[in-house]
C-alpha cells in the first residue's frame, strides 16, 4: 500500500507523573510527538504505511526522537537533521475543573529554523497516496510555511490527497506574518480539511451568514465555493463536562449534506492531548478502507474517543479495537 | 475454626504500569493470582483459615509465588514443586471504551502438568470446612481435571461443602475434551455453584425452559432437578457502562426463592480483575458466618465491589470494611 | 503586605503509591502537612505573604519538613527545634465505596511537647495582619493548648483578626481535657471561624433551637450571641457520593444572612486531604482581598473544589487559577 | 526440624531510593526489620524453621510488618498485637566518605510496653531447638529486658540453645538503667555470644588483660572464666575502607583455639544493614549442620559478605549461594 | 552499504529492579534482547545497516519486541508471526560475590517451533554482506537447527562472509541431538568463528595437543585444518574478580599469528548481560571499517568493554564512543 | 551573618535515571542547578546565609527552579522575573569508561537576556559579605558578562571579597567576543579565584615561564603580578581513572607558598555535577570560618570528594559531615 505522509514538528513533551504540579515534580514522563506525526503513528497502527518528516537537532535528542517514532512503526527516512535544538513542550496533566496546562519552549527549534529547499518534495511524496498537514506548521515561521507550500504544490502536482488540520493557535505566529495572510494558499491546494467554525473566522476570516440554519453549513459552503478543490470539512464537537468529562461528536460537510456521529462520552480521561489528531488519523483510515463518508467519520470519532485513554500523544489503537467502538459497544468488557 | 482449601493454578501476573499499553511498557507491574487462590486470601483477610493447593516450578519463580501467598496469609504447606513453568498472564489495563487486555502465556505450567495421585487428598482436607474450585481448572489439562475429581470425591466423603464457580472460558479446553464432558460428574459433587444463564448452556447444556418468566431460575431448576446435591446456584449481573464504570447485582436461587441484593454502582474502578472470585470469597464467608442466605448474598457483593478498588488479583479488605457496604454505606467518608 | 500566621503541629504524610493498601506497599510518597501550615501554603500560593509557627525535632525530619515549607514559599523564621519527635501520619487512598485511611503516630511529638512560654508571640505577631488556629491544636497537649492561648490573647492585643476551623477530632482530646472545657476561651478570641453544626455541639456544647427552621443559622446565632468577637460562622457542607465523588457548598453567616455557594460536583477525586484548609485558605485570601463576603465564600469553596485534584496536602493552586471556577467555568479546558 | 525461636524489636525501614539524602526524598522505600528477625529470616532461606517472637501495634501497619515475615517464610504465630505504635528507624544509605545515616524513633513502641508475663515463652519453646537475643533488646526497657530473661530461663530450663549478639547501642539504655547492671545476667544463661572487646568493656566491664598477646582471646578467656555456660565466643572484624567498601574477617575463640576465616573483599556494598544478623544466621545454620567450629564460621561470614549485597535488612540467600563464597568462590560468575 | 543479517531468538527479558531478588520485587523492568539481535542491534549503532530474522508469536507481545528493535535501528522486515509463544528469561543482578542469576522460560517459543522452509533466505540474504548466528540456535530445536543450516548454505552460495559465536550451553541441547552431531557441519560453513577452549571441546570435541605452549592457540590450528572455510577464530579472556569487576582482553587467530588486546578493567559492571554480542558487534564492524585484524579485535574489546555500562542487552553505544577506549582513553572524563 | 552573593544563570537539568541512555529514557529526573546557585546552596547546608541572583522566564518552570532554591535554603529575594525561556540541559551518566554526557539546550535563556543595569546591584550586596561568580558567566552574552563586572564594581567599592572560578567553556562565548579580551577586567576585581594552567592560558593568556619548577606556581606568580587585587589563586587536581573512579586533590597559592591537601580517593562516584562547585562553597566557608589557608583547603576538598556521592548538582552536606573527612576520616562509618 503507498505511504501517507505527514509533515510537522515534533517536540519532546516532558510531563509530571499523574496529577503533580511542576513545582512537586522531582521526575518528568518523556515522550515525542506532534500533531502530524501523531496521525501517522496512527495510522501506522491501523496498517497504513505513513512516513513522517520533519527536522530535528544532530544530537542525541533528535536521534531519540526518531527511535520513538521507529518504535511506533513509522518511515523516518526522510526526516533532515541539523539546526539549533529540539522544541519542547511541558504538560501538567489536569483533573476535574483544574485544567491540564501547557509550557511551549519551541522557539528556534531545528523544524523553525526549516528553509525552503531544504527537502526534496519529489523524492518524498514519489510513492505516497496522500499528504496531511496541520495549521501549526506555517504558524511556526516563515520557512516551515514555505516547505508546506512546497509541498502542497507538489503533492497536488502528483494527484495525491491533501488534507490538513487548519487549526488556530493564537500564541504561535510571531513571526511577522497573519495567519490569513498564509493560509488561504496553502488551504487552496487541500482536498479535505478540519475546521470549526472559529477556525474559519480567525483563519479564513470566513463568518457564518446571519441567519443561516447552521453556523458550521453556511461556514462549509462559503469555504468551497472559495476553494473549489475541497471536497469535505470535517469538525468535531467537544463537551468540556471538566477536565475530566468530555463529550465527542463528529461532523462532515461533505458538499450536500451533513454527516453526523453519535455522541461518545470519556470518563475518566487518561490523556486529553492528541484526540484531534487521533481523530485525523481516523479520518484519513477511514477514507481509504471504507470510501463511504459516513462510516469514516464514525470510524474517526471512535479512534478520538479511544486515544483519551491513552497516554502519551499518539493513539496506540489497532482497527479492531476501534470497530467495536464505533459500532457502538463501548462497555470495555474484557474478552479472556 | 477449620480450614477452607481452594485448588487451581496461580500465575504471575505483567501488567505496565497505569494505563499504559504493552508497547509503551518499560516496567511491568507483578503480582501472582488466581481465581481460586484469590478466593482463599480474601477468606484469610475475613479472619477464616485458608490453604491453597497449587503445583509450582522448583525455582526462584514458584518460590516467590509462593512468598506473595504467605504473605497476604494463606497456608501454603499442601504446595507441590515439580514440572517446568509458571503460567503467566499480561494485562494491559482500559479505560472508558478500551477494554483491559489479556494475554496469556499459561500452557505447560507445572499445575497443568499435574497428575492424578499427586495430591494426597485425604491429608489436604482432613481438617476442612470447606472445599472450593473453578471450572478453570478442570479446562486446563487432563490431569487438572482428575485431580480436582479426586478433591471432590474425597471432600464428599468427607462431609466438606463443595463450592465451585463453573465459569466457562472458551480459550482453555484444548486438550481434547469439551467442558460439557468433563464438567457434569464435578458439578454433581457441589454444594453450591456460581454460574450464568450462559455457564449452564456451555457447561451443563442446560437452557432456559421457553416461555419461563426468570431465565436464570428456570435454568437453577433444571441444575437442582438433576444435581441434587446443589443447594444454592449463584450469580453475578454486571452491567458494563464502560471500562471503568460497571454495576453489580447478586442473585441467589436457593431451591424455593430467588434472592436479589441492591445495585450497586463502581465508578470509577481500579482493579476489575478477581471481581468474581471476591464475591466467591464473600459468600463462602457470608454462609460461614451469618448462616442467611441474604445476608450471605449482600457481604458477597458488597465485598465484589470494594475488591473493584483493589489493586491486584486478591481482594484485600476485612470484615470491618464490608460490612457498611453491604448495610448501604458506600460513602466512603474518611474517618479520623 | 503583612504577613498571616498560621499556628499547628506538621507531620509527615507516608501514603502507598496510587490506590495500594498497606500491606501491599514497597514504598511511601512522603510529604509534609499540618492542617494550619495547608493554610498558610495555599496564602503563599495566592500571594500572600505567610508564616508559620510549629516545632520541629532539630534532626534531618524537622530540617526536611522545614525545607519543604520554604519549598512552597512559607516564612519559616519562627519555626523551634527541639522535642523528641516529627509527628507522622501513614494515609491509604481510597476509592468508590472505599474510604481513604488514616493511620495517625503523632503521640509525644516536638510540637505536643510545646511549653507555654517557648513562642514569643510578640514578636512573632508583630506585623502580622492576621492569625489562624485550629481546632486540632488545643487537642493534642496542655502546652498546645496553652501556647494557642497565648497567641490568642496577644493577637488580640494588637488587634489582629484570628480565625479558626474549630474542627472536633474526638480521638485526639487524649491529656485529660475535654473540648468544651478548654475552647471556649479559645473560641471568645476569634472574629471567624469555621464550625458545622456537629462541632458546635461538641465543642460549644450548642445546639440548634428545637424547630429552627435552619439548624446552622439557629447555631450561629447562639454562638454570636455568646462570643461577641465573632463576626462571621462559615461552613462547607460535603456530599459524600463516594470515595471518588464528592459535592460541595459554602455556607456563611454574617449575622444578618445566610450566604451560600452553587455547589460543585468533584469526580474523580484525587486527593481529599486538606480540602477544608484550601477553604479556609480561600476563605482568608477572599475576604482580604475582595472585602465582600460572597465572593470571598466563592473564592472558598472554588479554591476548595480545587485542591481536590491536587497531589498531597497543600492547594497548589493561583488566584488565576481559582477565579474562573469560581466564576462558574469548571469545564477544565486546556488552553494552549 | 526443630525451630529456632528469635526474639526482639521489628521496626519500619523506611529509607530514600538510591543514595538521596531525606530532605531530597520524595517517597522512601518501606520494608520491616529488627536484628533479631534478620536472624530468623535468613534461617528461614537457609531451610531452618523459625519463628520470631515480637509485638506489634493491632494496626494495618503490624499487620504489614507480619505479612512481611510471613513473606519471608517465617512462623509469626507468636507475635503478640498491643500496645501504640511501630518502631520506626529512618535509613539514608551513604556512599564513599559519607557514611549512611540513621534516624531512630523508636520510642513508646508497642514492644518497648512488653511486660513480663506478657509472653507465654514455655509455649512459644517447646519445641524450639535454639533461642536468639541480642543486646538491644534489655536496652530497650525494663519491660524488654525482664521478657528477655523470662526466655533464658525457661531455654535454660528446656535444655535449648541460647545465642546472643551483646552489641552495645549507647544511645539506648535510656530508661535508667546501665548496660553492665542488666547484661550479665542475661549472658550467664548464654551458651554462644558474639561481642568484640569493645562490647566486653561496655556491657561486661572486662577488659584485656595488660600485656596479652591477643586482645580479643584475652576478653574471651576471662568472659568464659566468668560465665561458665558458654563455650563460644564469637566476633567480626569489620576493614572500613570506606562506605562503599569493607572488608570482613570471623573471629571464634572455642575455648582453647581461636579460629580465623580469609577476610572477604566487599566492593561496592549494596545494603550494609543487617550484615551483623547475617553472620549471627551463618553461624546457627553453620553450628547445626556442620557441627565443625571452623566451617560454621567459614559459612557464617561468607553469608554476612553475600548479605552486603542485598537489598533491605535480611539476608535473602540460600545454602547453595553461601557455599561457593565459603569454599572461597567469589568471581561472581553467571550460571546459565 | 549493505546489511548484516543475523539470525536467533529473541525473550523477553523480566529484571527486578537494582539488586532486588525475584522474591521482592513488585515490578520488573522490561526489554527484549537475544545473543543475535543484540549484535544488530550494536552495529546499527555503529553505522553499519542490520536486519534481523527471528519469529515472534502474532500477539501484542511479538509486536512489542519487534517495536523495541525498530527503536533500535534494526530492519525487521523478515520477522516471521506465528506459534504459541515469546521465550522469557528472568534475570537477577548480582553484585560483588554473589552472581547474576537467570531463569529460563523459553521453551515452546514461537522460534523453537521454527520449521525449514518458513524463511526464505534466499530473499533475505539477497543484499546482504554478512551472515551472524550463534550456537545457541542450533541448540533450541531440531527446525532453528536446520533453519540455521538453510541460511547458511544460502549464505555460502551468494559468498556471503559467515560468522557464528559457537558458544556451548549444556542447560540447552534438549531435543535429542547433541552439539557435536549438528554444530561441525554448520560450523564448517563460517569464515570467523567466536570459540573459548572449552567450546572448542564440548562442540567440536578439539582439544589442545598435550604439552602445547598455548590451549588457544593448538585449538585453533586444530580448528582451521578441520574447517579450511575458517580464516579466523576469536576469543575474548573474562577475568571474574566479582559480579561487579572483570576484566577483559581479545585473542585473535588469523591462521599464523595471535594477535591479543591490552586488558580493559571494568568496575563497577553496570549490566553484565550481551557482553559478548557487543564484542562480536564490534569485531564485525572493525572487520568491515578497519581492515586490520589488530585494529577490528582492539575495538571489539573496547565495545565488549563499554556493554558492561549500558543497562539492557544491546551495547547501544556509537564509534565516536569506542574509540577513545580502543586508543587507550578510558578515563571516562565529561566533555562539555 | 552577612549574606554571601553569588550571580549566575541556573538551568533545569534531565537526566535518565541511573544509568540509562537518552535514547532508552522514558522519564527524567528533574532538577535545577548552576555553578553558582550551587556554590550558594551548599554555602546554606554549612549555615552562611546565601542569596543567589540570577534571572527566570515568569512561567511555572522559573517558579518551580526557585522554589528548589528555597527548598535548599536560599534567599531568593533578588531574582529577577522576564526572558523567554529557563535554559536546560541533559545529562547522560555514565560508567566505568564511558563518559557522562552533557547535552546543552541554554540559548536564549531569561539569564542570557540580561541586560545591564536590570539589577540594583547596590541593594543586592549592601548586606554583603562576599560576592562569587564564575568564568561560565560572562561566555553566555554580551548583558550578562556586563552585569557581571557592574556586580564587581559596586563589590570592589563596597569592600566586598569577591571570588571566581574562571573556568573556561570553549563551547560557549559564542556572542561575538573571545575570554581573554573579556575576562581579564572581571578577574583584575577579584580577590580568589580558581584557576588551572588550562584556564590561564585560555583565558588571561598566562603560560608557565619556560624550564619552571611547578607550572602552578609559575603561572601563579604572573597572575598575581598582573592583578595586584588577587591574594590567593587556587585549583583541583583531578585524578580519572574512570568515570566511576577519580582522584582530588586541592592546590592554594597565597602568594608566598603552595599548599597542598591529601588526595581522596573517590569510588564509586554517584554524581560528579558540581564537584568543582562543592569545593568552591568549601573553600569560602573554610576562609569565612577557619581564617586559615590549610583549613580551608582540606575543608574544600573534603566538601569536593563529599559531592561525588550526592544526587544533584548541589553539595547537601554539613560542616559536620565534611570535618571528619577533612580529617582524614573517610571509613564512612555508620554512626547508630
Not at 517536540?11 to 501523531?38: C, D, H, I, K, W
Not at 513522517?52 to 526522537?65: I, K, S
Amino acid at each position: 500500500m503507498q505511504q501517507v505522509i505527514t509533515f510537522g514538528e515534533i517536540m519532546m513533551r516532558l510531563s509530571p507523573p499523574g496529577f503533580a504540579r511542576f513545582s512537586q515534580a522531582t521526575n518528568f514522563n518523556v515522550t515525542y510527538g506532534g500533531g502530524e506525526a501523531n496521525v501517522a503513528v496512527s495510522l501506522a497502527y491501523f496498517g497504513i504505511p505513513a512516513a513522517h518528516v520533519t527536522r530535528f537537532p544532530d544530537n542525541d535528542l533528535g536521534r531519540a526522537a526518531t527511535a520513538l517514532l521507529r518504535h511506533h512503526g513509522l518511515n523516518t527516512d526522510f526526516i533532515l537533521y541539523g539546526g539549533d535544538r529540539l522544541g519542547i513542550y511541558f504538560l501538567e496533566t489536569g483533573a476535574v475543573a483544574r485544567p491540564s496546562k501547557v509550557v511551549y519552549d519551541r522557539a528556534n527549534s531545528s523544524f523553525a529554523q526549516l528553509e525552503p529547499g531544504m527537502i526534496n518534495w519529489e523524492e518524498v511524496l514519489q510513492s505516497a497516496q496522500w499528504f496531511h498537514w496541520t495549521g501549526i506548521t506555517p504558524a511556526i515561521s516563515e520557512g516551515a510555511a514555505q516547505s508546506c507550500l512546497e509541498a502542497i504544490r507538489v503533492a497536488n502536482k502528483l494527484g495525491i490527497t491533501v488534507s490538513a488540520d487548519i487549526n488556530y493557535r493564537k500564541n504561535l505566529w510571531q513571526y511577522g506574518k497573519k495567519a490569513h495572510e498564509v493560509m488561504p494558499e496553502l488551504v487552496a491546494g487541500c482536498d479535505i480539511i478540519v475546521s470549526s467554525v472559529g477556525d474559519a473566522a480567525d483563519i479564513l476570516e470566513i463568518t457564518p451568514a446571519p441567519g443561516s440554519p447552521d453556523k458550521f453549513v453556511s461556514v462549509c459552503q462559503q469555504i468551497m465555493e472559495r476553494y473549489p478543490r475541497l471536497k469535505k470539512i470535517v469538525n468535531t464537537k467537544r463537551g468540556s463536562i471538566s477536565a475530566s468529562h468530555n463529550t465527542l461528536t463528529g461532523l462532515l460537510w461533505n458538499g450536500n449534506e451533513l454527516l453526523q456521529t453519535p455522541t461518545h462520552d470519556i470518563t475518566p480521561i487518561i490523556d486529553r492531548i492528541g484526540g484531534g489528531d487521533a481523530f485525523m488519523a481516523g479520518l484519513i483510515y477511514g477514507l481509504i478502507t471504507y470510501q463511504n463518508d459516513q462510516q469514516a467519520l464514525d470510524f474517526a470519532v471512535a479512534a478520538s474517543a479511544l486515544k483519551h485513554t491513552i497516554e502519551g500523544d499518539a493513539n496506540l489503537v489497532t482497527v479492531a479495537e476501534v470497530e467495536p467502538v464505533m459500532h457502538g459497544d463501548s462497555s470495555g468488557r474484557l474478552s479472556r
